[in-house]
Protein backbone atom coordinates (compact mmCIF):
# COMPACT_ATOMS: atom_id res chain seq x y z
CA UNK A 1 0.00 0.00 0.00
CA UNK A 2 1.02 3.28 -0.79
CA UNK A 3 2.63 5.70 2.00
CA UNK A 4 1.57 9.10 2.46
CA UNK A 5 4.21 11.64 1.23
CA UNK A 6 6.06 14.25 3.54
CA UNK A 7 4.67 17.79 2.92
CA UNK A 8 7.22 20.08 1.73
CA UNK A 9 6.96 24.14 2.49
CA UNK A 10 6.83 24.97 -2.17
CA UNK A 11 4.45 27.25 -1.98
CA UNK A 12 0.64 26.74 -3.12
CA UNK A 13 -0.82 29.35 -5.86
CA UNK A 14 -3.53 31.71 -4.13
CA UNK A 15 -6.98 30.12 -4.39
CA UNK A 16 -9.28 33.28 -5.52
CA UNK A 17 -10.53 33.04 -8.98
CA UNK A 18 -9.22 36.44 -10.16
CA UNK A 19 -5.19 36.14 -8.60
CA UNK A 20 -5.48 32.79 -10.59
CA UNK A 21 -3.10 33.27 -14.06
CA UNK A 22 -1.96 31.23 -16.50
CA UNK A 23 0.95 30.46 -14.67
CA UNK A 24 -0.55 28.53 -12.04
CA UNK A 25 -2.45 26.67 -13.89
CA UNK A 26 0.37 26.02 -16.35
CA UNK A 27 2.99 24.77 -13.39
CA UNK A 28 6.13 25.55 -15.68
CA UNK A 29 8.03 23.74 -13.55
CA UNK A 30 8.14 19.62 -13.60
CA UNK A 31 7.86 17.91 -10.78
CA UNK A 32 10.56 16.75 -8.31
CA UNK A 33 8.83 14.70 -6.13
CA UNK A 34 7.46 11.87 -7.64
CA UNK A 35 5.27 8.21 -7.00
CA UNK A 36 5.81 5.10 -9.38
CA UNK A 37 3.79 2.45 -9.45
CA UNK A 38 6.57 -0.56 -10.07
CA UNK A 39 4.00 -3.29 -9.80
CA UNK A 40 0.66 -3.39 -9.13
CA UNK A 41 0.49 -7.37 -8.17
CA UNK A 42 0.54 -8.31 -4.52
CA UNK A 43 1.47 -11.41 -2.71
CA UNK A 44 -1.66 -10.71 0.12
CA UNK A 45 -5.56 -9.15 0.14
CA UNK A 46 -5.93 -6.88 2.98
CA UNK A 47 -9.22 -5.60 4.10
CA UNK A 48 -8.36 -2.24 4.06
CA UNK A 49 -7.19 -2.24 0.16
CA UNK A 50 -8.70 -1.33 -2.58
CA UNK A 51 -6.75 -3.79 -4.62
CA UNK A 52 -8.70 -6.70 -3.06
CA UNK A 53 -12.19 -5.54 -3.82
CA UNK A 54 -12.36 -3.37 -6.96
CA UNK A 55 -10.67 -4.26 -10.39
CA UNK A 56 -8.13 -1.65 -10.58
CA UNK A 57 -5.84 -1.72 -13.45
CA UNK A 58 -4.92 -5.23 -15.15
CA UNK A 59 -1.80 -6.88 -13.39
CA UNK A 60 1.66 -6.37 -14.45
CA UNK A 61 4.83 -5.15 -13.33
CA UNK A 62 6.89 -2.24 -14.89
CA UNK A 63 10.24 -3.55 -16.65
CA UNK A 64 13.95 -1.62 -16.28
CA UNK A 65 13.50 -0.25 -19.88
CA UNK A 66 9.48 0.77 -18.91
CA UNK A 67 11.13 2.26 -15.81
CA UNK A 68 14.16 3.98 -17.36
CA UNK A 69 11.38 5.55 -20.51
CA UNK A 70 9.75 7.05 -17.55
CA UNK A 71 12.44 8.57 -15.44
CA UNK A 72 14.42 9.96 -18.36
CA UNK A 73 11.56 12.48 -18.94
CA UNK A 74 12.32 14.38 -16.07
CA UNK A 75 14.60 16.52 -14.97
CA UNK A 76 15.59 16.19 -11.94
CA UNK A 77 13.54 13.95 -9.32
CA UNK A 78 14.74 15.10 -5.55
CA UNK A 79 12.11 12.06 -4.28
CA UNK A 80 11.13 8.89 -5.53
CA UNK A 81 8.90 6.82 -3.81
CA UNK A 82 8.76 3.31 -5.60
CA UNK A 83 5.55 2.28 -4.54
CA UNK A 84 1.76 2.68 -5.50
CA UNK A 85 -1.06 -0.09 -5.02
CA UNK A 86 1.09 -3.03 -5.09
CA UNK A 87 4.12 -4.66 -2.87
CA UNK A 88 7.23 -3.20 -4.66
CA UNK A 89 9.48 -6.88 -3.86
CA UNK A 90 7.43 -8.50 -6.63
CA UNK A 91 9.31 -6.76 -8.93
CA UNK A 92 12.57 -8.35 -10.01
CA UNK A 93 13.81 -5.52 -11.21
CA UNK A 94 13.03 -3.22 -8.26
CA UNK A 95 17.04 -3.22 -7.64
CA UNK A 96 17.99 -2.22 -10.89
CA UNK A 97 15.69 0.42 -10.46
CA UNK A 98 17.37 1.87 -7.18
CA UNK A 99 20.45 2.01 -8.74
CA UNK A 100 19.77 3.40 -11.02
CA UNK A 101 17.53 6.32 -9.17
CA UNK A 102 20.79 6.62 -6.78
CA UNK A 103 22.85 6.93 -9.72
CA UNK A 104 21.32 10.26 -10.18
CA UNK A 105 21.65 11.34 -6.56
CA UNK A 106 17.39 11.04 -5.93
CA UNK A 107 16.03 10.08 -2.32
CA UNK A 108 14.31 6.72 -2.94
CA UNK A 109 11.80 5.26 -0.44
CA UNK A 110 9.29 2.07 -0.85
CA UNK A 111 6.81 1.23 1.15
CA UNK A 112 6.35 -2.96 1.64
CA UNK A 113 4.14 -5.48 3.72
CA UNK A 114 7.76 -6.79 4.46
CA UNK A 115 6.26 -10.83 4.07
CA UNK A 116 9.29 -10.85 1.12
CA UNK A 117 12.12 -9.48 2.82
CA UNK A 118 14.55 -11.94 3.31
CA UNK A 119 17.75 -11.85 3.52
CA UNK A 120 18.23 -12.09 -0.28
CA UNK A 121 15.89 -8.52 -0.15
CA UNK A 122 17.54 -7.59 2.61
CA UNK A 123 21.13 -7.43 1.32
CA UNK A 124 20.03 -6.14 -2.27
CA UNK A 125 18.60 -3.31 -0.50
CA UNK A 126 20.70 -2.26 1.32
CA UNK A 127 23.30 -2.73 -1.36
CA UNK A 128 21.59 -0.87 -3.45
CA UNK A 129 21.51 2.54 -1.19
CA UNK A 130 17.93 2.89 -0.78
CA UNK A 131 17.16 5.50 1.40
CA UNK A 132 14.16 4.66 3.42
CA UNK A 133 11.69 1.55 3.61
CA UNK A 134 8.14 1.65 4.92
CA UNK A 135 6.95 -1.28 6.25
CA UNK A 136 3.14 -1.89 6.52
CA UNK A 137 2.44 -3.11 10.06
CA UNK A 138 -1.16 -2.08 11.35
CA UNK A 139 -0.88 -4.48 14.53
CA UNK A 140 0.97 -5.66 17.40
CA UNK A 141 -0.95 -9.27 17.89
CA UNK A 142 -0.69 -11.78 14.76
CA UNK A 143 -4.71 -12.22 15.47
CA UNK A 144 -5.28 -8.53 15.02
CA UNK A 145 -2.80 -8.17 12.07
CA UNK A 146 -4.38 -11.61 10.21
CA UNK A 147 -8.01 -9.56 10.68
CA UNK A 148 -6.91 -6.56 9.08
CA UNK A 149 -4.42 -7.79 6.34
CA UNK A 150 -5.59 -11.34 6.05
CA UNK A 151 -2.10 -12.91 6.69
CA UNK A 152 -0.69 -14.73 9.13
CA UNK A 153 2.71 -13.87 8.71
CA UNK A 154 2.90 -10.71 11.16
CA UNK A 155 6.09 -13.05 13.30
CA UNK A 156 7.54 -13.54 10.19
CA UNK A 157 7.61 -9.93 9.05
CA UNK A 158 8.52 -8.24 12.32
CA UNK A 159 12.05 -11.21 12.35
CA UNK A 160 12.59 -9.99 8.58
CA UNK A 161 12.71 -6.21 9.71
CA UNK A 162 15.24 -7.07 12.88
CA UNK A 163 17.40 -9.06 10.38
CA UNK A 164 17.54 -5.96 7.97
CA UNK A 165 18.32 -3.63 10.28
CA UNK A 166 20.73 -5.76 12.29
CA UNK A 167 22.46 -6.89 8.23
CA UNK A 168 22.93 -2.74 7.96
CA UNK A 169 24.30 -2.14 11.55
CA UNK A 170 27.18 -4.94 10.81
CA UNK A 171 27.38 -2.88 7.74
CA UNK A 172 27.93 0.03 9.20
CA UNK A 173 25.29 2.28 7.03
CA UNK A 174 22.54 4.21 8.48
CA UNK A 175 20.55 3.11 4.98
CA UNK A 176 17.62 2.29 4.64
CA UNK A 177 15.70 4.05 7.25
CA UNK A 178 12.92 1.71 8.70
CA UNK A 179 9.61 2.89 9.52
CA UNK A 180 6.18 1.74 10.34
CA UNK A 181 3.21 2.91 9.42
CA UNK A 182 -0.22 2.01 11.81
CA UNK A 183 -3.67 2.72 9.72
CA UNK A 184 -5.75 3.71 12.92
CA UNK A 185 -8.94 1.96 13.15
CA UNK A 186 -10.78 0.93 15.74
CA UNK A 187 -10.11 -2.71 15.36
CA UNK A 188 -6.07 -1.57 15.91
CA UNK A 189 -6.20 1.34 17.93
CA UNK A 190 -5.07 -0.62 21.39
CA UNK A 191 -2.16 -2.15 19.88
CA UNK A 192 -0.42 0.98 18.75
CA UNK A 193 1.68 1.57 22.45
CA UNK A 194 2.65 -2.48 21.44
CA UNK A 195 3.71 -1.56 18.05
CA UNK A 196 5.96 0.93 19.46
CA UNK A 197 7.94 -1.38 21.74
CA UNK A 198 8.14 -3.53 18.67
CA UNK A 199 9.82 -0.75 15.95
CA UNK A 200 12.20 0.25 18.70
CA UNK A 201 13.19 -3.94 19.49
CA UNK A 202 13.15 -3.91 15.75
CA UNK A 203 15.34 -1.12 14.82
CA UNK A 204 12.40 0.95 13.36
CA UNK A 205 13.65 4.99 14.12
CA UNK A 206 9.62 6.11 13.31
CA UNK A 207 5.96 5.12 13.14
CA UNK A 208 3.62 6.66 11.24
CA UNK A 209 -0.36 7.08 12.31
CA UNK A 210 -2.28 7.27 9.10
CA UNK A 211 -5.88 7.72 8.55
CA UNK A 212 -8.42 4.93 7.56
CA UNK A 213 -9.17 5.45 4.05
CA UNK A 214 -12.44 4.42 3.80
CA UNK A 215 -14.41 3.16 0.69
CA UNK A 216 -17.31 1.31 2.23
CA UNK A 217 -15.74 -2.41 1.52
CA UNK A 218 -13.80 -5.02 3.74
CA UNK A 219 -12.62 -3.05 7.27
CA UNK A 220 -12.43 0.08 5.02
CA UNK A 221 -16.03 1.55 6.28
CA UNK A 222 -16.84 4.69 8.00
CA UNK A 223 -17.23 3.21 11.47
CA UNK A 224 -14.01 1.69 11.56
CA UNK A 225 -12.34 5.23 11.56
CA UNK A 226 -11.59 6.98 14.75
CA UNK A 227 -12.62 10.03 13.71
CA UNK A 228 -16.28 8.25 13.79
CA UNK A 229 -15.84 6.95 17.12
CA UNK A 230 -18.13 7.86 20.28
CA UNK A 231 -17.46 10.75 22.77
CA UNK A 232 -16.35 8.19 24.98
CA UNK A 233 -14.02 6.10 22.36
CA UNK A 234 -12.31 9.22 21.17
CA UNK A 235 -11.04 10.06 24.50
CA UNK A 236 -10.00 6.41 25.28
CA UNK A 237 -8.26 6.64 21.96
CA UNK A 238 -7.07 10.36 22.92
CA UNK A 239 -5.69 8.70 26.05
CA UNK A 240 -3.87 5.82 23.96
CA UNK A 241 -2.28 8.48 22.08
CA UNK A 242 -0.70 10.51 24.91
CA UNK A 243 1.08 6.80 26.35
CA UNK A 244 2.52 6.45 22.70
CA UNK A 245 3.70 9.67 23.01
CA UNK A 246 5.20 9.00 26.55
CA UNK A 247 6.77 5.98 25.03
CA UNK A 248 8.39 7.39 22.08
CA UNK A 249 9.85 9.41 23.88
CA UNK A 250 11.21 6.72 26.50
CA UNK A 251 12.15 4.56 23.08
CA UNK A 252 13.70 7.22 21.55
CA UNK A 253 11.48 7.51 18.55
CA UNK A 254 9.53 9.52 16.47
CA UNK A 255 6.38 9.17 16.33
CA UNK A 256 4.01 10.86 13.99
CA UNK A 257 0.98 10.95 11.62
CA UNK A 258 1.34 10.40 7.67
CA UNK A 259 1.93 14.31 5.99
CA UNK A 260 4.24 15.04 8.93
CA UNK A 261 1.12 15.87 11.01
CA UNK A 262 0.29 15.02 15.13
CA UNK A 263 -1.00 11.68 16.25
CA UNK A 264 -4.04 13.55 18.21
CA UNK A 265 -5.19 15.18 14.64
CA UNK A 266 -6.45 11.59 13.88
CA UNK A 267 -9.24 12.24 16.18
CA UNK A 268 -10.48 15.93 15.04
CA UNK A 269 -13.76 15.51 13.67
CA UNK A 270 -14.27 15.74 10.45
CA UNK A 271 -15.62 19.21 8.98
CA UNK A 272 -17.02 18.86 5.38
CA UNK A 273 -17.15 22.40 5.25
CA UNK A 274 -13.52 22.87 5.74
CA UNK A 275 -12.52 22.29 2.82
CA UNK A 276 -8.94 21.33 4.03
CA UNK A 277 -8.18 19.90 0.63
CA UNK A 278 -6.83 23.23 -0.14
CA UNK A 279 -3.97 22.66 1.91
CA UNK A 280 -2.63 20.28 -0.98
CA UNK A 281 0.33 21.30 -2.92
CA UNK A 282 0.53 18.43 -5.10
CA UNK A 283 -0.91 19.14 -8.44
CA UNK A 284 1.88 21.77 -8.92
CA UNK A 285 4.79 19.79 -6.80
CA UNK A 286 4.63 15.48 -7.58
CA UNK A 287 2.61 13.53 -9.57
CA UNK A 288 1.65 9.78 -9.51
CA UNK A 289 2.39 7.19 -12.58
CA UNK A 290 0.85 3.65 -12.38
CA UNK A 291 2.55 1.08 -13.72
CA UNK A 292 -0.03 1.47 -17.35
CA UNK A 293 2.12 4.66 -17.46
CA UNK A 294 -1.58 6.37 -16.46
CA UNK A 295 -1.34 10.16 -14.86
CA UNK A 296 -2.83 10.52 -11.90
CA UNK A 297 -2.66 13.47 -9.28
CA UNK A 298 -1.62 11.98 -6.51
CA UNK A 299 -2.04 8.35 -5.12
CA UNK A 300 -5.10 9.07 -3.50
CA UNK A 301 -7.78 7.94 -5.90
CA UNK A 302 -7.38 4.28 -6.28
CA UNK A 303 -8.71 4.69 -2.68
CA UNK A 304 -11.14 7.31 -3.15
CA UNK A 305 -13.29 6.68 -6.30
CA UNK A 306 -13.95 3.12 -7.43
CA UNK A 307 -13.18 3.82 -11.18
CA UNK A 308 -10.33 6.20 -10.90
CA UNK A 309 -10.48 6.79 -15.07
CA UNK A 310 -11.38 9.93 -14.65
CA UNK A 311 -8.24 10.87 -12.45
CA UNK A 312 -6.36 10.13 -15.48
CA UNK A 313 -4.46 12.77 -17.13
CA UNK A 314 -2.28 11.43 -19.81
CA UNK A 315 -0.30 8.35 -20.07
CA UNK A 316 3.60 8.90 -19.99
CA UNK A 317 3.74 5.52 -22.42
CA UNK A 318 1.94 7.63 -25.30
CA UNK A 319 3.00 11.23 -25.05
CA UNK A 320 6.15 13.10 -23.26
CA UNK A 321 5.14 13.68 -19.36
CA UNK A 322 5.76 17.17 -19.92
CA UNK A 323 3.42 17.56 -22.23
CA UNK A 324 0.85 16.10 -20.09
CA UNK A 325 1.93 18.08 -17.01
CA UNK A 326 1.51 20.94 -18.93
CA UNK A 327 -1.60 20.18 -20.89
CA UNK A 328 -5.40 20.83 -20.83
CA UNK A 329 -5.93 17.86 -18.51
CA UNK A 330 -3.82 18.50 -15.96
CA UNK A 331 -4.49 22.92 -16.53
CA UNK A 332 -8.29 21.90 -16.54
CA UNK A 333 -7.67 19.87 -12.95
CA UNK A 334 -5.56 23.02 -11.38
CA UNK A 335 -7.95 25.36 -12.46
CA UNK A 336 -10.62 23.78 -11.12
CA UNK A 337 -8.60 22.97 -8.23
CA UNK A 338 -8.00 26.55 -7.75
CA UNK A 339 -11.54 27.45 -7.98
CA UNK A 340 -13.10 25.51 -5.43
CA UNK A 341 -14.27 23.01 -7.84
CA UNK A 342 -12.19 20.16 -7.17
CA UNK A 343 -12.39 16.26 -8.56
CA UNK A 344 -14.42 14.00 -6.12
CA UNK A 345 -11.33 12.12 -4.58
CA UNK A 346 -10.18 15.57 -3.32
CA UNK A 347 -13.05 16.54 -1.78
CA UNK A 348 -12.18 15.01 1.83
CA UNK A 349 -8.53 15.07 1.97
CA UNK A 350 -7.41 16.55 5.01
CA UNK A 351 -10.59 16.12 6.34
CA UNK A 352 -11.91 12.51 7.01
CA UNK A 353 -8.11 11.16 6.25
CA UNK A 354 -4.86 12.83 6.01
CA UNK A 355 -3.85 14.65 3.49
S1 LIG B 1 0.00 -5.23 1.01
FE1 LIG B 1 -0.56 -3.22 0.22
S2 LIG B 1 -1.01 -3.53 -1.96
FE2 LIG B 1 -1.03 -5.55 -0.99
S3 LIG B 1 -3.19 -5.92 -0.52
FE3 LIG B 1 -2.20 -5.03 1.31
S4 LIG B 1 -2.53 -2.82 1.18
FE4 LIG B 1 -2.94 -3.72 -0.86
S1 LIG C 1 -6.74 13.67 -3.85
FE1 LIG C 1 -6.53 15.87 -4.39
S2 LIG C 1 -6.39 16.98 -2.42
FE2 LIG C 1 -6.01 14.79 -2.01
S3 LIG C 1 -3.79 14.59 -2.05
FE3 LIG C 1 -4.57 14.11 -4.12
S4 LIG C 1 -4.48 16.04 -5.25
FE4 LIG C 1 -4.30 16.52 -3.09
Redesign the pocket.
Known amino acids: ?TGQMQNTSTQIPKTSKSQTTLQDIEATNLPKHIYIETTNM?????K?????YFPLESKRSLTLKEFQHITNQFKQLETVFLHG???PLLNAELVKMIIHLKSQNSYVAI?S?GTLLDRVWSESLIKSRLDELRI?IDAATPQTYNKV?NCGQLDKIIDNVKTLNDMKNEAKLNTPRISLWFVGMKETIHELPSLLQIAHNIGASEVYLQRLIYFGKGLAIEDQSLQMGSKAEISEYENILKRCEELSLKLNLEFRASGNKLPSQSLKMPNPKSNAWKECKRPWISTYITVHGNVLPCCFPPFTVNQFKDCILGNVFEEDFKHIWQGSDYMKFRNNFLNNNPPNSCINCGNLWSL
Do not use: A, F, H
Open positions: MCNISCICPRTVGENNSR
